[in-house]
Structures are given as structure tokens and as C-alpha cells.
């Protein structure tokens, strides 16, 4: 019953940035916190940034950190993954994610989402 799709992924050149959005259905955008993951080719699905409902609580993986940031915007039910510096590791199918679960505690975990947008590729080239 809630919709994610995610935009903004593309083709860039190590250093540069993208910014990545991801819109939710809903009324009850606010009650939802949303993480955001990505897959690289042959890999598992890694944690990359979440933001608690209230937007109290931010969490980043330790290989995105400082160059990241995670932002949410209430009144157009959407989040956004900015992101500089960019390396060619940073390269994957980037995920949104949202969950209605209060316990902000387990926003790093996939398992604890329970929407996921379809995915936008971001390549880094090197």
C-alpha cells in the first residue's frame, strides 16, 4: 500500500555528485523512516544511509560517511540521498526503502523495511 520510486541515478566521473530522490505514497509519509541501500554487481545488498520519521536519527555506513548526507522533506513525501565525492566503488543499484516500525534502532537493517522502490543504477567511472 505505499509506493517508492527512486530517481536521479546515472553516469558520472569519480569526484563528481548526484543527488538521488525517492518519493513514498501516502499521508503518513512522516510516520515512516527511509533508508536507502544498494547492490553492485555480485554483491550483497549493503546499508548506505536511513533517517528515522522524525528525522532525529541518521545513520551512514561508515564507507559513505562525510561524503553523503541523507535529507527528508515531509510536505512532498520524499527523501534524498546527496552524494559527493563519488568513487567508482560507490557504483550499484541504489535502493529507497521505507518502514512504519517505530523502533529507530534497526534502520540499518534491510529486514526491518518493509517498501522498496524499484532501484536506480549509479555508475562511477574511474
Known amino acids: 500500500q505505499v509506493q517508492v520510486v527512486e530517481s536521479g541515478g546515472g553516469l558520472v566521473q569519480a569526484g563528481d555528485s548526484l543527488r538521488l530522490s525517492c518519493a513514498a505514497s501516502?499521508?503518513?509519509?512522516?510516520?515512516?523512516?527511509m533508508g536507502w541501500f544498494r547492490q553492485a554487481p555480485g554483491k550483497e545488498r549493503e546499508f548506505v544511509a536511513a533517517?528515522?520519521?522524525?528525522?532525529?536519527?541518521?545513520n551512514y555506513a561508515d564507507s559513505v560517511k562525510g561524503r553523503f548526507t541523507i535529507s527528508r522533506d515531509n510536505a512532498k513525501n520524499s527523501v534524498y540521498l546527496q552524494m559527493n565525492s563519488l568513487k567508482p566503488e560507490d557504483t550499484a543499484v541504489y535502493h529507497c526503502?521505507?518502514?512504519?516500525?517505530?523502533?529507530?534502532?534497526?534502520?540499518?537493517?534491510?529486514?526491518?523495511?518493509?517498501?522498496w522502490g524499484q532501484g536506480t543504477q549509479v555508475t562511477v567511472s574511474s
Open positions: 533517517v528515522s520519521r522524525s528525522g532525529g536519527n541518521i
Open positions: 526503502a521505507a518502514t512504519g516500525r517505530v523502533d529507530s534502532g534497526f534502520l540499518v537493517y534491510a529486514r526491518f523495511y518493509d517498501y
Open positions: 501516502g499521508r503518513t509519509f512522516s510516520t515512516y523512516a
